[in-house]
């Protein structure tokens, strides 16, 4: 990263610490680091200690009142080649979504020009609160790479989703960022996500919990690296906007294999993490099935499988990844799933570990290559367990 420039926002977090340490590794990779502090991070952690560590003057206000100056956010919003906002408290990530600039920091952000990052870091509860998550929503909808907060003890003694990801890891996004940028360019990846939901009658389906972030968080970081990404997604609350996206929206499993179909040919890399219905009923009526008797049953038939369809029909040249969620003999089960799907890869999910699975934001991957060669990943946030598995794939392209 010699010669980069990275600016860092600090915000008024407990986590704001940790930056000090965030500094110096970003500062022994070559990178040239300067800080922008919120007045209320001030508090957590001595603008000097910033200062020494990255060798510039910190900006904390519009107006350096010793000098008389006025401190310029659209210069300093020129300045970098990224701007990583870390920690992100709940309100200064508000600021942002709606763009306030009231402060050298927020404002600068609306002036800045390169690629921003954002490490949000509050308690559990904040973190979950609706208007965090559509804020947080918002301005992944614009662009801003989200370095999602982690699950662990928190600084008011709870445990949960809401530690700011570790310097370590930053660290490595920020590299992955510099270094990473092209590594898929000139590929064409097809992603599957989302639940399908398969018609019963105008009002109502058979779905599934799956949210579709697994198959977003791939996307993302597939057009990250450069990749031109289709993504055929299921009905999701999910949102993703990107010039080299091409996103379409299916409901049900027929749909998903229309489109999937008409996709896959040109494709170099395909990596199915919808949970897709196995079954879907016989018939959907167009009439709302009124409610009469005591008992009633819906026929179901089975829906094509997608994923084996692709592997069937699977040139040399592709590369096809599908999921497995496994809960006894799962290594064995995904093994013999790999081998009969014709897949390169398959990523195994185990409902066996806490943190594991749908409902949550974080999970635990096993990878089984053609050779039956098994990686296993720590318990880690969903973006992150995305990075792991997209770099093991380039790694094996
Ligand atoms: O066989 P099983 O449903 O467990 O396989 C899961 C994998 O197959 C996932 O990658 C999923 O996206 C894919 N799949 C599919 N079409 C189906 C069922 C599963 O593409 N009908």
Redesign the pocket.
Known sequence: MRGKRVLLGITGGIAAYKIAGLIRLLRKEGADVKCIMTPASCDFISPLTIATLSEHPVQIEFWDRRNGSWTNHVDLGLWPDLFLITPLTANTLAKLAHGYADNLLTATYLSARCPVMIAPAMDLDMYAHLTTTENLERLRGHGVRVLEAQYGELASGLVGQGRMMEPEDQLKEVKNFFQGAHDLEGKRVLI?AGPTYEKIDPVRFIGNHSSGKMGYRLAESALRRGAEVILVSGPSAQRLEHPALQLIRVES?LE??EE?KKQWEQCDLGI???????YRPAEATDQKIKKKEDEMSIRLVK????????GSVKKESQFL??????TNDAVRHAEE?RAR?NLDL??LNTLEEAGSGFQVDTNRVHLIDRNNKLTSFELKEKSVVAEDIIEFIKSRL
Not at 303 to 310: F, G, K, V
């Open positions: 599957t499993a998903m294999l999937v199915f993490a919808a949970a897709v219905a196995d829906n094509p499988d997608i994923l084996a369809w692709a990844v599908g999921f497995a969620l496994e799933k799907k398959i990523v």
